[in-house]
């Protein structure tokens, strides 16, 4: 019986001593492999273009399969529609519109893929019709407006407030809030602009009936903002928002 065991017993140690040791070569194997293998290309890299029943779409420059360089966008009949530039990925600089007659209509700037800076509008003349804030993917308040002639269109509309204080009899103290040329397209948000931003995620909304808003606001048991921060947004004569701020004082401290 011992004869017996003691060859399997010496089998059994030399596979194992060889698993160990294979284990060992493989280990140093790939820690060499990792120190000189080099990122594989992963996909298509040069410039490809798609088409729609024999038209073309767009042409978009890839590298090992991401977007990076040059994209373009045609119109039906084949003229330039729009320019995007990609770096890894993500749009960056400024992309450009285009009328059909090949002028640019509108540039508009992107950082990491979000629109971010001024973007600019152009008359097909070529002058310039309009420049609109972004930060961060979100309006800012700034808007500038050109006629023909190039001169600043200033002539914009005004938060107009009437108010009714019932805060002695009732607690009450509400404010009316309309445009000064009796627009009703418009939107009413009650708050503040944040860090330069029109953030609509840190504002509420005013229901609006015919362009007009009545906010209510009634006397509470604790300290208050002693004013009330409005923001209306119109559409001008040009088709662009106007972000409107206006900053409400309040007799009492303590309106909410």
Sequence with gaps: MNQITSPIL?????????????KGSAGKGRA????????????YTGIKQYFSNERMLKEVTFSNGVRDGLMKTYYPGGQLYQT?????????????????EGQAFRT??????????????YYRT????????????????????????GRVIRTYPEIVTEIIDEYASKGSYRIGLSMSDKTTKVKFYRGDFT????????IRKLDAV?????????????AKP??????????????????????????YGDLN
Excluded: M
């Excluded at 010496?10 to 294979?22: D, Q």
């Excluded at 508009?108 to 509008?121: E, R």
């Excluded at 860090?195 to 840190?202: I, N, V």
């Design 10 to 22: 010496l089998l059994a140690a030399l596979v194992i001593l060889a698993g160990c040791s294979g």
């Design 84 to 100: 995007f530039w990609y770096k890894n990925g993500f749009r960056e600089d400024s992309s450009v519109w285009y009328y059909l």
């Design 32 to 43: 060499a492999d990792a120190d000189t293998v080099s990122v594989p290309d992963t996909g």
């Design 210 to 222: 015919n362009g007009k808003v009545s906010l209510a606001l009634r006397k509470s048991d604790s």
């Design 226 to 251: 002693a004013y009330v921060g409005v923001i209306a947004e119109i559409v001008t004569q040009f088709g662009n928002r106007q972000l409107i701020y206006r900053k409400i004082e309040l007799p």
């Design 126 to 149: 070529g002058k310039l019709k309009a420049k609109i804030g972004f930060s961060k993917g979100l309006r800012t308040p700034f808007l500038e407006e050109y006629d023909h002639n």
């Design 195 to 202: 860090d330069g931003r029109f953030d609509t995620t840190l």
């Design 108 to 121: 508009t700037p992107y950082k990491t893929d979000t629109v971010d800076g001024i973007q600019k509008q």
